[in-house]
């Protein structure tokens, strides 16, 4: 079955340090691959996607993510956290369906994140 | 702002009950899309529709049902409710259905079953 694995629950980096976030798929084939992020009491809000072409993308507030086929992973990254970066993130695909018709995600457990001043 | 609203923003009710959950999507989008975040099942998909017919359908209970009128709103609707239901509902949208369409996530109705 399609699953999204972020092995780390909670993730503590202080204010200025970069900060990597894990995210790995298990899928038959390349998936479309997005991160979103939940501030507190907030729906998700996009970050970045990736379907194909360059493997590292850029999102927005100044992450990007690397599509690594052979590890099936695509981590989120960051060179420099804000105390506003303070989150929960979180991984997603949305499987390829042939027709395009349908559009749901899968998502992964979640990672917060906390930013220490 | 994502433009997706949800109403209403907390609900608190008993088992046994009823309730009905309301999502109006983004200005344009035809998709909507149901989501249930609960601290033990994490984010999960639960139905999809696309102007007015259902799309796909995930982990939603029997018990649940949903429609998109033609208006394109939708309506998620929970019954014979469990303390298990208490959970964050998300509600997003994307203007087409395709797994590549970007989802626009609303500010989510909490619902405690008490």
């Known amino acids: 079955a399609q699953s999204v694995t972020q092995p780390d629950i909670h993730i503590t980096v202080s204010e200025g340090a970069s900060l990597e976030l894990r995210c790995n798929y298990s899928?038959?084939?390349?998936?479309?691959l997005f991160w979103y992020v939940q501030s507190p009491g907030q729906g998700l809000q996009l970050l970045l996607k990736?379907?194909?072409?360059?493997?590292l993308v850029q999102g927005i507030k100044g992450f990007e993510a690397e599509f690594k086929r052979s590890q099936s992973s695509f981590n989120l990254r960051k060179p420099s956290v804000h105390w506003s970066d303070a989150a929960e993130y979180f991984c997603?695909?949305?499987?390829?369906?042939?027709?395009?018709?349908?559009?749901?995600?899968?998502f992964g457990k979640g990672t917060k994140l906390s930013v220490k001043p | 702002d994502s433009g997706v609203t949800q109403t209403p923003k907390h609900l608190i009710t008993a088992t046994g009950q009823r309730v009905t959950l309301r999502c109006s999507p983004r200005?344009?989008?035809?998709?909507v899309y149901w989501y249930q975040q609960s601290l033990d099942q994490g984010l999960q998909f639960l139905i999809q529709?696309?102007?007015?017919?259902?799309?796909a359908k995930g982990n939603i209970l029997e018990r649940f049902s949903a429609q998109q009128f033609p208006d394109l709103h939708s309506e998620l609707n929970l019954s014979s409710l469990e303390l298990g239901d208490s959970a964050l509902y998300f509600c997003?949208?994307?203007?087409?259905?395709?797994?590549?369409?970007?989802?626009?996530f609303g500010p989510g109705t909490r619902l405690t079953v008490t």
């Open positions: 997003a949208s994307s203007v087409a259905p395709g797994q590549g369409d970007e989802q626009y």
């Open positions: 899928y038959g084939a390349t998936p479309y």
């Open positions: 990736y379907f194909s072409g360059d493997t």
């Open positions: 997603a695909v949305a499987p390829i369906n042939y027709g395009g018709s349908q559009g749901n995600l899968i």
């Open positions: 200005s344009g989008d035809l998709s």
């Open positions: 529709y696309y102007n007015g017919e259902e799309r």
